[in-house]
């Protein structure tokens, strides 16, 4: 032990070991609409209590927590929306994006954190755990379902990167809620979107680019990113928050296939959970990390000079890294 | 959607979803004995992977978010302690109190918050749920075993207020590891202890009073604090970690038997989670909220307004609060 005088408190640490109750506080609020009901008016425990159908007593005290915890206010005027509550947590917002509990808490990636001591020691998901990318994989349903509100902001700044209005082909791997796919061909009124995903998920991105009006421009191809054949002659592959489910030689051999897929010329764009090269900054990008060993068998946040070093072995070759208005970076490479 | 001109981000909203895996990653790393690897001298990842048995990936993840959350630092020359995890969590510190996660993390008071909507609903702890302060249940032997070290600072503090040497007598009400009432019997050799618990419970209390050499002056009661036979003639009763289970009147009827077990002029001592007024600061005791609601029927954080309340309704006058050098509050009162 090294003393340094005065003794510290051992808060942190008490804070830490019940971190988990911040999730399920924030999980059981979106489900009650508790935002939505302050939002639509009602301050106090017996008004909101009553708008949500709960105990007087249970809406106290989880808005005093959730105050705690700085997603609500408390003022004299009773509980108040802070600024993120407002923008994302109450349904009358149009950046809406409670439904990403929904996925962030699935019991299956959940459950994996009871055994993480399992993962620690084997360097990835344990015997008894879900690999979160094994075959048709459910989670990837609710993904779609769910994570769609959470992207959009990134949809849009990738699309912003292709300002091309020429008829482009794009193949959207992975493509999930089909968020950004779906983007470029609202950008580019010319784009053919190629969605690759399993069968179950396509149905959700299909739905998503007929409420966009491209469903005319949008075709699928159903099965694992991995096995199916993707065509060739596109203008542009879309890698979005694929690579972090894999290692390097894994996310190596499937590049291979993506820069077989481009035309000469044809760019990648891959979004990911860049930490920085010291890995723990910044927080959300490096804290990533955790999850993917947790839930996957060799998955990481990759650094820059690590996707780098993916794509240029494959042959891509300007490999640029873009801030975007989120916590992840888009990176593009040219074939 | 109150909207104040720039978006804010949803980060919060991420970082609190995604909260539960702070308390799995201390817990792993508390179980692995990370921190006193650490300690020892491993500060890099092979370094430490090989201390404890664990895959080398492994150990640098778990590392790297352990520096996200403030727990590590990470330096040119490695992993390093922050003086929390030193003081508290390296085992070579006489502070270690790595053990706390064993109680706190038991999985019947984790579960509890699998089902959180359901309390909030009713108002306590859902009727599929375990009530924590139902008959016998084994939490309260893991509390004793478990919870000594964080208690230490609070008992030696709680001593410090009896500075009477004549023979006194101490009644301490669900006991549990003993800490309190050993802490004024080494205070004044003249105390004699009886001590209140569940059967299995006192044994472990009685250990701890034969490590302190104390036991000849160590008395038990087993059973239920609400039930047994108090006896009367006491100079102190301690009340700790205890009303907070339970609703005011409850609490109301369990001390009017502290009442009458204390001699005329003999004092009650309290140690509670007291909030502010606002029941939102300071952030600990008011969070502690949130814990009673999911585990027990009624219990909650009082405000010292409510507890004084609770003290004078049975008689006892000037109701006195005194911080502590932990988060939690003193309250001492007089028949």
């Known amino acids: 032990m090294s003393t340094t005088g005065r003794m510290p408190s051992p808060e942190i640490i008490f804070d830490t070991l019940f971190a988990y109750q911040k999730s399920a506080a924030l999980k059981a609020a979106i489900d009650l609409n508790l935002f939505?009901?302050?939002?639509?008016?009602?301050?106090?425990?017996?008004?909101?209590?009553?708008?949500?159908?709960?105990?007087?007593?249970?809406?106290?005290?989880?808005?005093?927590?959730?105050?705690?915890?700085?997603?609500?206010?408390?003022?004299?005027?009773?509980?108040?929306?802070?600024?993120?509550?407002?923008?994302?947590?109450?349904?009358?917002?149009?950046?809406?994006?409670?439904?990403?509990?929904?996925?962030?808490?699935?019991?299956?990636?959940?459950?994996?954190?009871?055994?993480?001591?399992?993962?620690?020691?084997?360097?990835?998901?344990?015997?008894?755990?879900?690999?979160?990318?094994?075959?048709?994989?459910?989670?990837?349903?609710?993904?779609?379902?769910?994570?769609?509100?959470?992207?959009?902001?990134?949809?849009?700044?990738?699309?912003?990167?292709?300002?091309?209005?020429?008829?482009?082909?794009?193949?959207?791997i992975a493509a999930g809620h089909g968020a950004f796919g779906i983007a470029l061909a609202r950008r580019n009124p010319n784009a053919e979107i190629v969605a690759v995903d399993w069968k179950a998920v396509l149905g959700?991105?299909?739905?998503?680019?007929?409420?966009?009006?491209?469903?005319?421009?949008?075709?699928?191809?159903?099965?694992?990113?991995?096995?199916?054949e993707y065509g060739s002659g596109y203008d542009i592959v879309l890698v979005t928050n694929f690579l972090h489910h894999f290692d390097a030689a894994t996310n190596t051999s499937m590049l291979k296939k993506v820069y077989a897929a481009l035309k000469p010329g044809g760019r990648v764009a891959v979004l990911e959970f860049v930490p920085n090269p010291d890995r723990v900054s910044p927080p959300m990008p490096a804290a990533f990390s955790l999850t993917m060993l947790a839930e996957t068998a060799g998955g990481d946040a990759f650094t820059f000079a690590e996707l780098r070093e993916q794509l240029e072995n494959v042959g891509f070759r300007d490999v640029e890294a873009h801030g975007l208005p989120t916590p992840q970076t888009l990176l593009i490479a040219r074939k």
Chains 1, 2 share one sequence.
């Open 36 to 172: 939505t009901a302050i939002d639509e008016g009602a301050h106090t425990a017996p008004a909101i209590a009553s708008r949500i159908s709960v105990s007087e007593r249970g809406a106290r005290i989880l808005c005093d927590y959730l105050t705690v915890n700085r997603l609500l206010a408390k003022t004299d005027d009773g509980y108040q929306l802070v600024a993120e509550a407002s923008a994302f947590l109450s349904k009358r917002s149009p950046a809406y994006l409670g439904s990403i509990a929904n996925f962030l808490l699935r019991p299956e990636l959940k459950n994996n954190f009871e055994n993480l001591i399992e993962a620690v020691r084997r360097g990835g998901v344990g015997p008894n755990d879900t690999d979160i990318v094994s075959n048709e994989n459910p989670v990837w349903v609710e993904f779609a379902r769910s994570m769609m509100p959470m992207m959009i902001p990134a949809a849009q700044a990738i699309a912003e990167q292709f300002t091309a209005v020429e008829p482009i082909k794009v193949l959207d």
């Open 204 to 228: 959700l991105a299909e739905a998503h680019a007929k409420d966009a009006g491209v469903l005319d421009r949008y075709r699928t191809i159903a099965g694992d990113a991995f096995n199916v």
